[in-house]
């Protein structure tokens, strides 16, 4: 005889048996980032998100107000919520993920009055991975063109000020980037390959920290390459400009151990290299020491075929 359990005790044994399911279906949502998506009302989830952001749990945040323009995206409080989410997640250090929320509001909300919030945004997640010298500064770059763009769309911003500041700082870190490799290429003594590092710091950087070095290091690689007068030049420039740093002390003690003498100035009509040999003076036939000329195969004389001449182009 087959016994039938009750259906209360079915569907408690289901119950029990799709809990471990469900507990091992929300670890895998964790571990994705992604939060289950259970309706709620906009007041609610985002007061939620802001307490999160209160308690420091910035990724939980961040995911939350993403939560909030993903069910509500056409509630005002979808566009504040694309805001906060870019600043939690840049409170995380999540630079990638804040970079791309910002972006996404301003390609959204190109017009709103935050969107100068957005682009400062953008500019300190670009800003907060910059490397050392000894690295790419490919992100280096990145932060400056987004500071640049803040201050070029939003001059009078609250936040022009600190980006002009910053925009000095990322330039003196581009400038060292350059001195690094400049030092490089001379330690290997390929001078011109460095001089071209130095000139550039000069040609572009000329307000950062770097440019005293910069022309010091010029006056070196100009008298490697047998340019004194260039060499000069820098530091004399140097000199000029720096007068009491260590950088011109070293320059002018490489020009007293290299000194330049410049050469006279032509005089009008005068070629600046001669032709011919000024001191060369013709030479009569029958002077001692010099074989007679050759008037032909048919002349008794000596003839130049039959000897071991002495000029440096005979056979």
């Not at 011919?276 to 030479?283: H, S, T």
């Not at 002077?287 to 000596?302: C, I, L, M, Q, Y």
Request: proline share 7%; charged share 25%; hydrophobic share 35%.
């Amino acid at each position: 005889m087959r016994i039938h359990p009750s259906r209360p005790l079915a569907l408690a044994l289901i119950a029990v048996l799709a809990l471990p399911v469900a507990g091992c279906a929300n670890r895998a949502a964790s571990r994705k980032g992604d939060l289950p998506y259970v309706a709620r009302d906009v007041g609610t989830l985002y007061s939620l998100a802001k307490k999160r952001l209160d308690q420091g749990r910035y990724k939980e945040a961040a995911a939350l107000f993403d939560e909030v323009e993903r069910q509500h995206p056409y509630s005002i409080w979808a566009r504040r919520a694309q805001l906060m989410s870019a600043f939690s997640y840049y409170m995380d250090a999540s630079y990638t993920e804040s970079i791309q929320s910002a972006q996404r509001f301003i390609s959204v909300h190109p017009g709103n009055r935050d969107a100068t919030y957005a682009y400062y945004l953008v500019a300190l997640g670009y800003y907060e991975q910059i490397a050392d010298v000894t690295r790419d500064q490919k992100i280096t770059q990145q932060a400056l063109d987004a500071l640049g763009e803040l201050v070029r769309r939003y001059p009078n911003s609250k936040y022009a000020a600190d980006a002009r500041l910053k925009i000095d700082l990322v330039r003196d870190h581009l400038a060292g980037k350059e001195m690094e490799i400049g030092r490089f290429y001379e330690t290997r003594g390929q001078w011109l390959a460095a001089t071209m590092r130095f000139r550039r710091v000069i040609d572009e950087y000329q307000t950062t920290t770097h440019i005293p070095e910069a022309l010091m290091r010029l006056t070196e690689t100009y008298l490697a390459l047998g340019v004194p007068e260039e060499a000069q030049k820098a530091a004399a420039v140097l000199g000029s400009n720096y007068p009491g740093t260590d950088w011109y002390r070293r320059a002018y003690k490489l020009m007293q151990d290299h000194p330049y003498t410049p050469a006279a100035p032509l005089k009008p009509g005068e070629l600046p290299i001669p032709i011919g040999f000024k001191d060369a003076q013709p030479v009569a036939p029958g002077t001692p020491g010099v074989a007679p000329k050759d008037e032909g195969r048919g002349s008794t004389g000596a003839s130049n075929t039959s000897g071991a001449g002495t000029g440096p182009f005979q056979k």
